[in-house]
């Protein structure tokens, strides 16, 4: 039987055991809070966020990591401090094991934000 896909960010964080669906929510959260404008939609079956109407970053969770994609130049900025952190080209992934790295996500995503061309 095939799950369904989640349509919104609550559903897709409800399908995820507590300590998990905390870490999606803080993520979540600190996007909203340092870029209060961007706007949240499921894309590619995960969380999805736009600034100025173009994309800006997603994340998901794994059995054993959540990935956070924001785009290449924003691990090429962080490359030193996510040197511990398995990376992609446009990726990273946070241990499910570990605590989420806040304040490197902050600095991430404010990045990320002021690095996107304006409306």
Request: aromatic share 14%; proline share 8%; glycine share 6%.
């Amino acid at each position: 039987m095939i799950a369904k896909r989640p349509q919104t960010v609550e559903e897709y964080l409800s399908q995820f055991p507590v300590p998990v669906r905390q870490k999606l929510a803080i993520i979540r959260g600190l996007i909203f809070e340092l870029v209060p404008q961007a706007t949240e939609k499921i894309g590619y079956g995960m969380p999805s966020y736009k600034l100025n109407g173009r994309q800006f970053l997603y994340y998901a969770a794994f059995s054993k990591h959540i990935g956070f994609y924001a785009y290449p130049n924003v691990y090429l900025r962080f490359k030193e401090e996510l040197k511990n952190y398995k990376t992609g080209k446009g990726s990273v992934q946070f241990p499910l094991e570990e605590d989420l790295p806040i304040e490197l996500l902050k600095k991430m995503i404010q990045f990320r934000a002021e690095e996107m061309p304006q409306k």
